[in-house]
C-alpha cells in the first residue's frame, strides 16, 4: 500500500510539475526577437532585392542560404505602392494585396472575442506595431526580375469579391520586363478556403535565356502575448516552424530565433510557416521543387523571418514556365490542411515538440471530432470522450480499484503490523510483504493504470488548449469558451471535491504522517492549478474522476468487504 500511493503520488506530482514548467516557459519574460548575428556575405550569383518593413532604422542583410538570397530593408513603402493594391473579399477571407505582398488578411469566421460587433481576427497587418505579411518576388544576375517591392502591377485593380454561386475569384499581376520576358502572377481565392493558390507563369518573347530563382518567404514582428495563466493564448507556441519529409518538423520560438544558430537546409515536399495561437500562415511549394529554408532576425533583430529561395528556371526564347505555391493565411483547422495533401502540415496545429503526445493527441482529436458530429457540441464531446477512454482502459482501471479495494480490506491488518513493529521498518516491510504474498495482493497493481493516464491527460491537455475548432464554443450555462478557463471556478472545485472523496475511499495505511499530509494537500494542489487551464481540459477531469471515483466505489462495495464469519465457514 506504501509503495503504491507512494507512486500515485509521485505520478500526479508529475503531471502537476510538468504543467507548471509549460506555464512558467510560456509565461517568463521574453524580448521582442533574438539580437541579429553578424551577416554572412551574399554570393556575387544575383543582386539582392529588398522588403518594406516600417519604422526599422537600419538596414540588416539575410545571411546567404545559397546563390541569389533576397535581403531585407529598412525604408518606408513607397506611396506608387499603396496605388496598386487589390483587397479581395470571400466568405471567410478578406485580403489586400499587391503582385508581391499580402498585406492584410482578416479571418471573417473568426472574431476576435464573443462581444457583439468584435472585429475579426487580423493575421496580417502592414502597420509597424503589428507587422506581419507574407512576400515573394524573383532574383536573377542579370538584375531583370520582379521583386516584391516593385514590378507587379495588378492586372484590375479596386477591389474584388467572391460573386454570389461562384467558386473562386481570381487576382492577377503581371511584370512586364526587358527582352520580351514578362511573368504573370494570379492569386486564386476559392469558397471557403484558406488555401490561396499563388501561380507565376514566366514567358520569353525575347531573343536570350531568361534565368531567375523564386523566393517566398514570412516576415514578421514578434507579437507582445499578455502574460499570464488566465490567458490561454500565452500557453501556446509562437514562433516558425518548417517541415520536410527528411528532416521532419521542426520549429523556433521567437525569444529564442537564432540561438541555435542559423538555417540552411535544402529540402523538398516542404513548407515554412509562422505558427500561433490557433492561427498560422505558410507558405506551401510544389512537391517536387528542392528550395532552400533559412531563418533569420532582420532589422536589428526587430523582425524574424522564414524564408524560402526555389530552384534555378531557365526559360529559353518562345518558351514558357511555371513556378506554383499555396499560401495558408488562416486558423488551424485539421480537415482543411489534411484536404491539401501535403506531408506533415498537419504538425502545424502544435499539439506538442514531444511526437508521442502530437500523435496521440491527433488521435484523440480525431474521436473528438467525430462525437462533436454525434452530438453537436464540443462539451458534450468531452464528455463522450471520457466515456470511450474508460471502456477502454476498463480492465486496467478495473485491476487499479480492484487493488485498492483490496488494501482497504486489509487496512486494519497493517496497522496492526505497524503497531507491532514501530520504528522497525525493515520488519514491518518484511512482514506487509508477507501478508501480501499470503492473500494474493499485488500492490503494484494500482500503478499500472497511472501511466496511460498521465500521457493522455498531458495530450489532452495541448489538443484542447491548441484545437482552433474549441474556439469560443460553448458547452452549456456558464462554460461559454472550452479553450477558456471556467470564468467561476465551478469545474475545479468540482475537480477538487471528486479528489477528496476519492481519497477518503483510499486508504493511506503505511504511509508516514508526512505523505499523508502531502497526499492531502493534493487535491488543493491540483484544483490551483487546474484553475487556470482550459475549461474544456478541466471538464475532462472532472468527468474522468467523476466516472473514476463511481467506478473505485462500485469495487470497494464487491472486494472491499469483509465476508461474514458464517459465509467464509462454509
Not at 501480501?436 to 498531458?458: S, T
Request: proline share 7%; charged share 15%; with cysteine.
Amino acid at each position: 500500500m506504501n509503495q503504491t500511493r507512494v507512486f500515485l503520488f509521485f505520478a500526479w506530482l508529475i503531471v502537476a510539475t510538468l504543467l507548471w514548467m509549460e506555464w512558467g516557459k510560456f509565461n517568463a519574460p521574453k524580448d521582442a526577437a533574438a539580437p541579429t548575428q553578424p551577416a554572412a556575405a551574399a554570393p556575387a550569383a544575383a543582386p539582392i532585392p529588398t522588403a518594406t518593413v516600417p519604422s526599422a532604422t537600419a538596414t540588416a542583410t539575410v545571411p546567404a542560404a545559397s546563390a541569389g538570397v533576397p535581403t531585407v530593408a529598412s525604408t518606408a513603402a513607397p506611396a506608387a505602392e499603396a496605388a496598386n493594391t487589390v483587397t479581395v473579399t470571400t466568405d471567410v477571407l478578406r485580403v489586400v494585396l499587391d503582385g508581391g505582398n499580402v498585406r492584410q488578411a482578416d479571418l471573417l469566421k473568426y472574431p476576435q472575442s464573443k462581444a457583439a460587433g468584435s472585429a475579426p481576427v487580423r493575421l496580417f497587418a502592414d502597420d509597424a506595431e503589428h507587422y506581419y505579411v507574407a512576400q515573394s518576388g524573383w532574383t536573377n544576375v542579370a538584375g531583370n526580375a520582379p521583386t516584391h517591392v516593385s514590378g507587379f502591377v495588378p492586372e484590375q485593380g479596386g477591389t474584388l469579391a467572391l460573386a454570389d454561386g461562384a467558386n473562386e475569384v481570381a487576382v492577377p499581376f503581371v511584370w512586364n520586363g526587358p527582352d520580351g520576358v514578362s511573368i504573370r502572377r494570379t492569386y486564386t481565392f476559392r469558397r471557403g478556403q484558406y488555401a490561396v493558390d499563388v501561380r507565376d507563369e514566366v514567358t520569353n518573347a525575347g531573343g536570350t535565356p531568361w534565368q531567375g530563382q523564386i523566393y517566398r518567404w514570412l516576415l514578421r514582428k514578434p507579437p507582445v502575448v499578455k502574460t499570464g495563466m488566465t490567458n490561454p493564448e500565452s500557453f501556446s507556441f509562437r514562433g516558425a516552424a518548417w517541415y520536410s519529409p527528411d528532416t521532419g518538423y521542426e520549429r523556433r520560438k521567437f525569444d529564442k530565433y537564432l540561438e541555435d544558430g542559423k538555417v540552411d537546409q535544402s529540402m523538398q515536399q516542404s513548407w515554412i510557416a509562422m505558427l500561433q495561437h490557433h492561427f498560422f500562415s505558410a507558405w506551401i511549394p510544389q512537391a517536387d521543387d528542392k528550395v532552400t529554408v533559412s531563418l533569420d532576425a532582420p532589422n536589428g533583430g526587430a523582425q524574424a523571418l522564414v524564408r524560402e529561395l526555389g530552384p534555378a528556371v531557365e526559360v529559353a526564347p518562345g518558351q514558357k514556365a511555371a513556378s506554383e505555391a499555396r499560401l495558408w493565411v488562416g486558423p488551424k483547422l485539421v480537415e482543411q490542411m489534411q484536404a491539401q495533401n501535403v506531408p506533415g502540415l498537419q504538425r502545424a496545429v502544435d499539439y506538442s515538440q514531444f511526437k508521442i503526445f502530437a500523435v496521440i493527441a491527433e488521435g484523440l482529436f480525431w474521436v473528438l471530432s467525430k462525437l462533436h458530429g454525434l452530438f453537436g457540441n464540443w462539451g458534450w464531446a468531452i464528455i463522450g470522450l471520457v466515456v470511450l477512454l474508460k471502456l477502454a482502459l476498463f480492465k486496467l482501471s478495473a485491476a487499479q480499484y480492484k487493488s485498492a479495494a483490496k488494501m482497504r480490506k486489509f487496512a486494519p491488518r497493517l496497522q496492526q503490523l505497524k503497531e507491532r513493529y514501530g520504528d522497525d521498518r525493515a520488519k514491518y516491510q518484511q512482514a506487509m510483504m508477507e501478508l501480501y504474498k499470503k492473500e494474493q495482493i499485488n500492490p503494484m497493481a494500482g500503478c499500472l493504470p497511472v501511466i496511460p493516464q498521465i500521457v493522455i491527460f498531458m495530450a489532452l491537455y495541448w489538443m484542447l488548449a491548441e484545437s482552433v475548432e474549441l474556439r469560443q464554443a460553448p458547452w452549456t450555462l456558464w462554460i461559454q469558451d472550452l479553450t477558456a478557463r471556467d470564468p467561476y471556478f465551478v469545474l475545479p472545485v468540482l475537480n477538487m471535491a471528486i479528489m477528496w472523496f476519492t481519497q477518503r475511499l483510499t486508504p493511506m495505511t503505511g504511509m508516514d504522517p508526512m505523505q499523508q499530509k502531502m497526499m492531502q494537500f493534493m487535491p488543493l494542489a491540483f484544483g490551483v492549478v487546474l484553475a487556470f487551464l482550459p475549461a474544456g481540459l478541466v471538464l475532462y477531469q472532472v468527468a474522468n474522476g467523476g466516472l473514476g471515483l463511481l467506478q473505485q466505489w462500485y469495487m470497494l462495495r464487491k472486494y472491499g468487504e469483509a465476508k461474514p464469519a458464517t459465509a467464509a465457514a462454509k
